[in-house]
């Protein structure tokens, strides 16, 4: 299959769905901060978008009508996203007003440094990357952490996310791009500030900060990470309802 066939089969396995109103819940008890850090990591969804469009207008040369239309779709992704986790920001109540302001002072030094990335880079490679090594674990504090409200939003996003790693990942590979070591100790900083309040309290694999570090190298590096065996079951559940073929493993390449 070439790579310019998996972009059309990518377009038709997407899902429609409609931002969903958030009421105030409970994230697993010990958690809070980690889930309020994770949904802070929304302010990346925009100019994940940006690099998306710009990433579409520098290589429009070459993609196929397909392409293009998977790309704008995919924009369009990232800015319900956006809506739908602002909606999650302003309706949980997780932390008290003091933390929540330390926690949005201190993403904004990652969120800078996430900026000058896509200005150094290449769009599609800086986007892959969010994709397939914060997104991707973030989508699994979601599910397996943030309650009831936040599992739903992430089972949708989810869907969206590895068709969007899949083409950005596509892409990277038919330009030659590589994950360069600058990007990659970005990721490792960006995975360590959102887990750094794990502090082993929460039982199992998805209370310790290692399990999410392990997770997001090897989605990175290997495209796969199995020690959450149950994940593509949890947080993709939608899935099931669209051929396999179609379907990326957390978006391998």
């Known amino acids: 299959m070439s790579e310019q066939t998996i972009f059309g089969k990518l377009f038709k396995a997407k899902r429609n769905w409609s931002v969903m109103p958030i009421q105030s819940g409970n994230c697993v008890h010990g958690a809070e901060k980690t889930v309020q850090k994770a949904l802070q990591a929304r302010l ?5 978008g940006e690099w998306i469009k710009e990433g579409a207008r520098r290589e429009k040369h070459w993609l196929s009508e397909d392409g ?11 800015q319900k996203h956006d809506e739908q986790l602002d909606y999650c920001y302003r309706n949980l109540t997780l932390c008290d007003r003091e933390t929540k302001e330390e926690i949005e002072k201190e993403s904004q030094e990652i969120i800078q440094k996430w900026f000058k990335m896509g200005e150094k880079y290449h769009p599609i490679l800086v986007t892959w ?74 039982d199992g694999i ?16 290997e495209g796969k990470y199995i020690e959450f065996k149950d994940t593509s079951a949890a947080i993709m559940v939608g899935f099931f309802e669209t051929h396999r073929s179609h379907i990326p493993r957390y978006g391998t390449v």
């Open 44 to 48: 990346l969804e925009l100019p994940v």
């Open 206 to 221: 998805y209370g310790q900060q290692k399990s999410y570090l392990d997770q997001s190298y090897k989605l990175l590096h």
């Open 129 to 202: 990357i969010a994709e397939q090594s914060v997104f991707f674990p973030v989508l699994t504090i979601y599910r397996r952490l943030g309650g009831v409200q936040l599992a739903s939003v992430a089972a949708e996003i989810s869907r969206d996310e590895a068709i969007h790693a899949r083409t950005n990942g596509t892409m990277s590979k038919m330009l030659g791009q590589q994950i360069t070591p600058e990007l990659d100790d970005l990721r490792q900083e960006t995975m360590e500030w959102l887990t750094s309040d794990l502090d082993g309290s929460i």
């Open 68 to 78: 293009l239309r998977l790309l704008a779709s995919n924009f369009k992704d990232e």
